[in-house]
């Protein structure tokens, strides 16, 4: 399992890189102009979470297009082992995207001589890395299940949650202007503990149902 879950998951890697960069890199490229843009500390981790939220379904486009689904059906890889490459590509996509959240935000903050302190960073990281962890957790399994065509209307759940969240996030002044984010404490180990915890289970119970339900599925 383990050597087909690798080989799939840099096939995955690999297939989205190549057949659709724009959608790639265009989404990732936002994430930097929405830190130019809006001078508020934070906005680049913000939109990273937001960015990987709303890509998975990326991938699953490009097995409609591509009719790799039948591909899949028939390659000596097995099912499961799609399934869980295909976890570890929308894993590691939220880990570039927030990545490029955070470079952008220590450079718009040197550029505009702001105080980011570690804390508030690490802050930002937590809720981003938790946002990221429910929006693939709910997503994936929809489109196992339907594929990208039946499926899109989930991509807007996840927009309408961060949509949401952020406006709550911003009543409490964590990313508003009223404070300095050098004023933050930074979580707690057993906040992040808790938080990290519950999204690699919330991530594991996803994925078995994910194997289920694409187990079922004609392709």
Known sequence: ?????????????TTI?????????????FIIVFSVVFPVPGTGIVMGAAIAAVS???????????RLDTLYGIAP??????????????VVFAVVALGVGVAATLAVAAV???????????TMLLVGAGAVFVAVAVQLPWFFALGYTRGRPMVYIPIAVI??????????????????PADF???????????????VVLLAAS????????????L
Do not use: N
């Open 56 to 66: 998975a379904s990326i991938p699953f486009q490009g097995d409609e297009r591509g």
């Open 17 to 29: 890189a190549r057949t659709q960069p724009l959608r790639v890199l265009l989404p990732l490229g």
């Open 185 to 199: 404490a930074a979580p707690s180990g057993a906040v992040a503990v808790i938080v990290l915890g519950v999204g």
């Open 112 to 122: 505009r001589q702001q105080d980011v302190a570690w804390p508030f960073l690490a």
């Open 207 to 218: 994925a078995a149902l994910a194997v289920r339900l694409y187990r079922r599925r004609q």
């Open 77 to 90: 890889v097995g099912r499961t082992a799609v399934v869980l490459g295909r976890y570890v590509s929308m």
């Open 163 to 180: 949509a949401v969240g952020a406006f709550l996030v911003g009543q409490t002044g964590l990313i508003g202007s009223s404070g300095s």
């Open 1 to 13: 399992m383990s050597t087909a879950l690798a080989r799939f998951t840099r096939f995955d890697l």
